[in-house]
């Protein structure tokens, strides 16, 4: 019988890496974990912690609005950028001890490092050779920028976090929910913001009610958006940025920011020195275990070709400590999976578009609702929350939950699991509301709807 230094060997301590890595060890797994950048992976230091930090920072302009509408007074505002990052830095390295104490007290061995894999069993950090019965790729993504004249001038998130000083003007590049929320962001704390997308509308993949609502909330708001554009050219002079357009026209700006895709972090770990077999992209091919076409490597999260989020990646996780350690073979789930965009205001949604559920051939009834938040009664501000159900006719089951406003994502999370106990309209309608809130209009919707246009 053979004999490796460790049962489990997880190159990766994002949040996927960390809870396969602890979980393996709880079942008595021998355990290591490699990490050559900072624990906690995308998510605690360039990603959801971060930038939900600045998505509150960004409402307060808007806050200190309303309070007028409600009797407050507020005056001698003022914004510290460098305040701001600081702060959030001091609780980003917080959060890196709280995965390194959870990593210690779970037995989990941390090697800080690269690691590279020599074989299906072997993989050297800094020289030393380790081996382990099984490897563990759980390396994340990187965003990217396309390669064109003064693309270098760019940056991505991840420069966004760290910037020295707050921009007068910035362009985003890109129509995903990074590129949204960045742009929220970085209008909400006083930037002039443009937005481009290539395509006609952002959002691509979520409902379209959302994609129109968000972006009718955003345009009042002030952002530019830009639909059918992109940037063909950045030129530098004097400090400052100009990008040619695909229109012709040039925009000035101080930051460019693109949120156009993210790529596998796989290059240079020596997945082929194993016979790893990958996407053209990085991204390794798993089956529905999470193992690779090698017996002895699994991968997990953003360095698969699955959902990049980090719940996603946690559960994927989860599911393969259970079926290498605790002899209970198990499928991460991919149904149902809600997800949230902390724009301004919010989206959120669980469950199937109103395509998608057209696509899969259900006979579909929709029910929609646009109403002005009880709060904006008093401030004034032309705001509309929207809230979509998507429902099949045959069986009255809630296919999908879509929703634009405020705590969105609190709201939605809840429905995520009646849509998992296969929840009808039936139950929605017999569900007494808490009143006076937004959420209570899920239940209450009466009224079928046309599709949007």
């Not at 069993?121 to 490897?135: F, L, P």
């Not at 952002?202 to 708001?221: H, V």
Request: net charge negative; hydrophobic share 40%.
């Amino acid at each position: 019988m053979a004999y490796y230094d460790f049962d489990l060997f997880t190159i990766g301590a994002g949040s996927g890496g960390v809870r396969a890595s602890r979980m393996s060890a709880s079942f008595g797994a021998k355990v290591a974990v490699a990490e050559e950048r900072y624990l906690g992976g995308t998510c605690v230091n360039v990603g959801c912690i971060p930038k939900k930090l600045l998505v509150y920072a960004s409402h307060y302009g808007e806050d200190f609005d309303d309070a007028a509408g409600f009797g407050w007074t507020v005056e001698d505002r003022r914004f510290d950028w460098t305040k701001l990052i600081a702060n959030k830095d001091k609780e980003i390295q917080r959060l890196n001890g709280i995965y390194r104490r959870l990593l210690n007290d779970a037995g989990v061995d941390i090697v800080d490092g690269r690691a590279e894999i020599i074989d299906p069993h072997t993989v050297a950090v800094d020289g030393r050779k380790i081996t382990a019965k099984y490897i563990l790729i759980a390396a994340g993504s990187w965003p990217t920028v396309p390669k064109f004249s003064g693309s270098t001038y760019a940056i991505t998130s991840n420069e966004a976090f760290f910037l020295p000083a707050l921009p007068e003007k910035v362009i985003i590049v890109g129509g995903g929910y990074i590129g949204v929320e960045f742009a929220g962001i970085f209008h909400g704390l006083g930037v002039s913001t443009t937005q481009l997308h290539r395509g006609e509308l952002f959002l691509r993949g979520f409902d379209d009610d959302i994609r129109a609502t968000l972006a009718e909330e955003m345009l009042k708001r002030g952002i530019d958006l830009r639909f059918q554009t992109r940037i063909v050219k950045i030129d530098k002079a004097n400090g400052n940025l100009a990008a040619t357009l695909s229109d012709g026209s040039v925009l000035a700006a101080e930051q460019i920011l693109f949120a156009t895709g993210r790529a596998p972090n796989t290059l240079e770990l020596g997945l082929e020195n194993a016979g790893v077999i990958m996407k053209d992209g990085g991204a390794v091919m798993v089956d529905e275990y999470s193992k690779s076409s090698i017996d002895s490597i699994y991968a997990i999260g953003d360095c698969t070709d699955r959902m990049m989020l980090t719940p996603v990646a946690i559960a994927e996780g989860m599911a393969l400590a259970n079926t290498l350690f605790n002899d209970k073979p198990t499928r991460p789930g991919y149904d149902n999976v809600p997800t949230a965009i902390f724009s301004i205001p919010n989206c959120a949604t669980v469950g199937l578009t109103e395509e998608q559920a057209r696509q899969q051939n259900y006979r579909v009834d929709t029910y929609r609702s646009e109403f002005r938040p009880l709060r904006h009664t008093l401030t004034g501000r032309d705001e509309r929350t929207m809230m979509k159900l998507v429902v099949d006719q045959n069986t009255d089951r809630v296919l999908g939950c879509h929703m634009v406003g405020p705590d969105a994502g609190e709201i939605v999370q809840g429905l995520a699991v009646a849509l998992n106990c296969g929840a009808t309209k039936a139950h929605f309608d017999a569900t007494i509301s808490i009143h006076p809130t937004a959420a209570e209009e899920f239940v209450t919707m009466r009224t079928k709807t046309t599709p949007r246009g």
